[in-house]
């Protein structure tokens, strides 16, 4: 399951989505509906073949309503959603009805177009509703008829923790959702950043946009924000993620894209970088010396240039000499970006300081 080296004695713990989470309450809940009781653990099957395992936190049954909750487990990765309580209410539905989901406390509803769901249904991916049902029937009894069940899904201060994801500005009000389409965490995997990307994108087409801005961060994106007055949709959060962010639009491209971020983050794009995390990349100094020297540096500044211990740092450097380092770092990015859309959407590169001032452009009309 991991594809981390195995000689790595800190390699990291993977963690279970929220979908599997509620897969395993949901079956845990509509095993109890059957039997009476509720198993001491349960077990579910992943999608890829993987069977883990699940204690319950807690559990309830009465008058033909069955409940079960499990605290998600994210392993070693940093999500908002370490350590929630998912839970599953299970009943009978009528004759015919099949299973619905519906969103309890903490679980939102979508609201905008452009995301896997119609409007007024249920933050509940649809990976997560197939797992379920596909749990649940590997353990019906056809003699009992078809599956017809009401299943409701809960997280305890849902709300709460949803104000730490993009779900409101993508249009998922009230809560959280149920996603996962393999059940596994993948440590620093940021998978469900990468996922909100992709969803941003989806509403932004859907309500006709043809411009949308990724920015590095908070300060990148104020900026860019009093630059152009789009509506909050077109802004998206990318952190690192330049290069998810850059594939997907070209699969479902929009007409154009600016970048906005800070001058040491897009000097690593400029680089060929595509995941600026400085886990992944670094800031290259050699690298910024030759760009320094194209743009007209002499021997000495380059050699300092060169030199200089951190991006912050050059950037000075270069500012005190009246060198436009920052134009030419975002005409690099640039030319990157274009080898990844490949013709797709047009792209445009802002560079700004810690302050949020602009220290480097290449326009559209560059391109």
């Not at 990291?12 to 989505?17: F, I, R, V």
């Amino acid at each position: 399951m991991s594809d981390i080296d195995p000689e790595d004695d800190r390699r990291l713990k993977y963690g279970w989505t929220t979908g599997a989470c509620a897969t395993a309450a949901a079956k845990a809940a509509y095993m109890a509906l059957v039997n009476g009781r509720f198993p001491d653990t349960i077990k579910i099957a992943l999608p890829k073949g993987q069977t883990p395992e699940f204690e319950l936190e807690r559990t309830a049954l009465s008058g033909g309503i069955a409940t079960a909750a499990v605290i998600k487990d994210a392993g070693d990765d940093p999500d908002v959603t370490h350590g929630a309580l998912i839970e599953c209410r299970v009943q009978r539905a009528r004759a015919g009805a099949g299973i619905s989901f519906l969103a309890g406390k903490g679980v939102g509803m979508v609201t905008r177009a452009g995301l896997p769901l119609a409007v007024g249904e249920p933050a509940i991916n649809p990976a997560p509703r197939k797992m379920i049902i596909d749990n649940l029937a590997s353990i019906h009894n056809p003699k009992e008829g078809p599956l017809d069940l009401e299943i409701t899904i809960s997280v305890e201060d849902g709300e709460k923790l949803a104000k730490k994801t993009w779900n409101e500005r993508l249009g998922i009000i009230g809560g959280l959702s149920i996603l996962g389409t393999t059940g596994i965490v993948v440590p620093y995997s940021c998978s469900a950043w990468i996922h909100s990307i992709h969803r941003g994108i989806d509403v932004a087409r859907e309500a006709g946009l043809d411009h949308v801005i990724g920015s590095t961060g908070s300060t990148s994106e104020k900026a860019a924000m009093k630059l152009y007055d789009l509506p909050l949709i077109a802004f998206l959060d990318m952190g690192d993620f330049v290069g998810g962010l850059m594939k997907y639009l070209r699969s479902q491209p929009l007409s154009r894209l600016t970048i906005a971020g800070g001058f040491g983050k897009l000097s690593k794009l400029a680089a060929g970088h595509l995941d600026l995390h400085s886990k992944r990349s670094q800031v290259d100094p050699s690298f910024l010396a030759a760009l320094a020297k194209q743009a007209g540096a002499d021997d000495g500044l380059v050699s300092e240039i060169a030199a200089g211990g951190s991006a912050g740092a050059i950037l000075q450097i270069a500012q005190n000499k009246s060198l436009a380092l920052g134009d030419a770092v975002a005409k690099a990015a640039q030319t990157e970006a274009a080898k990844v859309s490949e013709g797709t959407f047009a792209v445009e590169v802002i560079l700004y300081d810690r302050l949020g001032h602009q220290v480097g452009r290449a326009g559209f009309e560059e391109t």
